[in-house]
C-alpha cells in the first residue's frame, strides 16, 4: 500500500512537472508600485499592490460586518448574524479572561478585536488566486520575462500568467527586449509581472503600522489608569534617589532603561514577527508552486490557513496582554501606597 501511494504521488510530481510549468518566481521583499499619483517635494506618492490588498481586507470586513448588523433581530435567525455574534462572544471571553470583568475588558476589546480580525483577513486573502499571479506588464531590459495572456479591465490591460505551459527566458544585463505592451505574438504579452495583489502583511510596513497603533493604544491606556506620573515611574523612578539611597536609586534608573528598551523591542518584535512568517509562507508557496504545481502545493496552504490564523492570534494576545500589563500598577507603586 505504501509503495502504491509512493508511485502514485510520483508518477503525479511528474505529470504536473511536464505539463504545468510555473516560473521560479522573483522574490521581492518592497511592495511593488502600480499606480503613481505624483510627487510632493522629494517624495514620490504611489499606491503599491500591498495597499490595494489592505484596502481590500477592510472593505471585506466592513462590507461582512453591514451584512451581519443590517437586519439584526434579537433571537437571530440569518446565519450571518449568528456567525458574527459566535465570533464576537468567543473573542470578549478571551478579552475578558486576561483583562476581567469591567471597564478594561470594554475598552480593550475594540482594538484587540480589531486588530485579530484585520490581520487574519489579510493572511486569508493573500492566499486568493490572483494575488502576486495578475497584474501590469512592463518591459525589462534583464532578467526572467514571461508570457501572459493579455485581459482588458476597461482601459487598463493587465497581464496573467497561464497555469498550463507557462513560458519564460532570461535576458542578460544590458540585452535588449521590446516594449512590453506590445504583443509578441497574437494574443500574448511578454515583459515582467508587476501584481496588482500581494498579501498585505509582506510589506513589512503594513506590520510595523499596525504595531505602533497597538503600542500607542497601551501607552494610552496605561497613562490613563495610572496617571502620567505613575506611569512614567515604571521608566523613570526618582524615589530612591531622592531618599538618599543612590545605590538603589541607580538600580532603579537601570531598570527603568530596561523597561524603556523593552517598550519600543515590542515594536520590532511585533513587527518582524508577523512579517517574516507570512512573507516566509509566499516564498514557500511560490517555491512549492515552481517545483510541484496544483496539487502537492495544496497540502501547503493549509499550513499557511492555519500560520495565518496563528499570527493573527499572538498579535491580538500579546496586545491584550501588553495593555493588561500597563493598566496594573507595579510594586513599588502599592507598596508606597500602602
Not at 461582512?64 to 462572544?89: H, I, K
Not at 515604571?234 to 531598570?255: A, C
Not at 510541484?292 to 501547503?300: S, T
Request: charged share 15%.
Amino acid at each position: 500500500m505504501n509503495r502504491r501511494l509512493a508511485l502514485l504521488v510520483i508518477v503525479v510530481f511528474l505529470i504536473f512537472n511536464v505539463f504545468v510549468r510555473v516560473p521560479f518566481p522573483e522574490i521581492l521583499l518592497p511592495a511593488e508600485p502600480v499606480l503613481p499619483i505624483g510627487k510632493v517635494g522629494p517624495f514620490s506618492l504611489v499606491i503599491t499592490n500591498t495597499m490595494l490588498a489592505t484596502w481590500l481586507a477592510m472593505l471585506i470586513l466592513v462590507g461582512l460586518s453591514f451584512f451581519a448588523t443590517r437586519r439584526m433581530e434579537l433571537v437571530p435567525t440569518g446565519r450571518l448574524q449568528n456567525l458574527a455574534e459566535a465570533l464576537v462572544e468567543w473573542m470578549y471571553g478571551i478579552v475578558e479572561s486576561v483583562a476581567g470583568e469591567g471597564r478594561w475588558a470594554r475598552q480593550f476589546f475594540a482594538v484587540v478585536a480589531t486588530i485579530f480580525l484585520f490581520i487574519i483577513t489579510a493572511n486569508w486573502t493573500g492566499l486568493l488566486p490572483g494575488y502576486t499571479t495578475i497584474g501590469l506588464i512592463e518591459a525589462a531590459d534583464h532578467g526572467k520575462v514571461c508570457e501572459f495572456a493579455p485581459v482588458h479591465i476597461g482601459p487598463i490591460e493587465v497581464g496573467i500568467l497561464p497555469v498550463f505551459g507557462a513560458v519564460c527566458r532570461d535576458i542578460p544585463a544590458g540585452g535588449h527586449h521590446d516594449e512590453a505592451h506590445v504583443e509578441t505574438r497574437a494574443g500574448v504579452l511578454e515583459g515582467k509581472l508587476i501584481p496588482v495583489l500581494r498579501s498585505a502583511n509582506t510589506d513589512v510596513n503594513t506590520p510595523l503600522a499596525i504595531a505602533l497603533v497597538a503600542m500607542l493604544f497601551v501607552e494610552y491606556w496605561g497613562i490613563k489608569a495610572l496617571g502620567p506620573v505613575g506611569y512614567g515611574s515604571r521608566f523613570f523612578n526618582f524615589q530612591n534617589l531622592l531618599r538618599g539611597r543612590i545605590f538603589m536609586g541607580f538600580v532603579d534608573l537601570f531598570i527603568g532603561l530596561l523597561e524603556l528598551i523593552a517598550e519600543f523591542a515590542r515594536i520590532i518584535s511585533f513587527t518582524f514577527r508577523l512579517f517574516g512568517n507570512i512573507f516566509a509562507g509566499e516564498v514557500l508557496l511560490a517555491s512549492i508552486a515552481f517545483l510541484a504545481p496544483l496539487v502537492v502545493a495544496l497540502p501547503f496552504y493549509g499550513l499557511e490557513l492555519f500560520v495565518g490564523f496563528i499570527q493573527a492570534a499572538v498579535f491580538a494576545m500579546l496586545t491584550l496582554v501588553f495593555a493588561k500589563l500597563a493598566v496594573t500598577p507595579h510594586h513599588s507603586e502599592e507598596h508606597h501606597g500602602h
